[in-house]
């Protein structure tokens, strides 16, 4: 059984957090955290899936069809899943040495994808790119 207090032992304080995050990604991380804690899982083993997904979003939405987009969609959902799952894992188990620069580094390149991704879907339109960069 998950406890509430084990939770919020586990996650930032509401001021500091999306909405989203908080109330939707957050808590499904944790209960993935929590069932694999006992596997030889690392928080960079979710960075690294985290940023599969996200290629795999940019790519389908790159594509610009329906189905892609639908495809892209759960893997966005699913990057955000694992992207909160790397940051609990390392308050859980312990992180490694460059276990936040990979982090970034897997945050920055899934933004990348998704943006292009989404941008050549659309046609190579620009605004998607712009509110990347902003």
Known sequence: MISRSDYRKHVKIFALEEPLDYFF????????????????????????????????AGLNLAGGSQHGQSLAALGIVGFGILDCCDGMCARLKGGSRYGALIDMLVDLV??????LGLSKGLGWDLTPILCGIS
């Open 25 to 56: 990604y957050r808590p499904i991380a944790y209960t993935l955290v929590k069932f694999t804690q006992a596997l030889p899982i690392h928080p960079n083993h979710f960075s690294l899936m985290a940023g599969s997904l996200a290629v795999f």
């Open 110 to 115: 899934s933004n990348i994808c998704i943006y």
